[in-house]
Nanobody
């Protein structure tokens, strides 16, 4: 059974930084896509950033220039470095991985809170 375990969330002041990490455990075939989503209270889950197995990255406009996604494919891990955090970044952040059979896996979520 595949599990994604996230770490690194927490409380930070406006302008601060956090680094989220996600590691996959269990039997997982080749991963094609890794990403981070977030869901704020009362809002839909949205894509924050993702990276393909070729290293192509995509970011939602609101985080461009502030967040950086990176991976260690050999270890099936993905990280999200978040700088210059804003109160509107407050949300539960979810790790997602998609394998070459298009199976999608989700982490349990980690809370990020940015105070003003």
């Amino acid at each position: 059974q595949v599990q994604l375990v996230e770490s690194g969330g927490g409380l930070v002041h406006r302008g601060g930084s956090l680094r989220l990490s996600c590691a996959a455990s269990g039997s997982i075939s080749s991963i094609n896509l890794m990403g981070w989503f977030r869901q704020a209270p009362g809002k839909k889950r949205e894509l924050v950033a993702r990276i393909t197995d070729y290293g192509v990255t995509t970011y939602t406009n609101s985080v461009k220039g502030r967040f950086t996604i990176s991976t260690d494919n050999a270890k099936n891990t993905v990280s999200l470095q978040m700088n210059n955090l804003k109160p509107e970044d407050t949300a539960v952040y979810f790790c997602n991985m998609v394998d070459d059979s298009l199976r999608s896996y989700w982490g349990q979520g980690t809370q990020v809170t940015v105070s003003s």
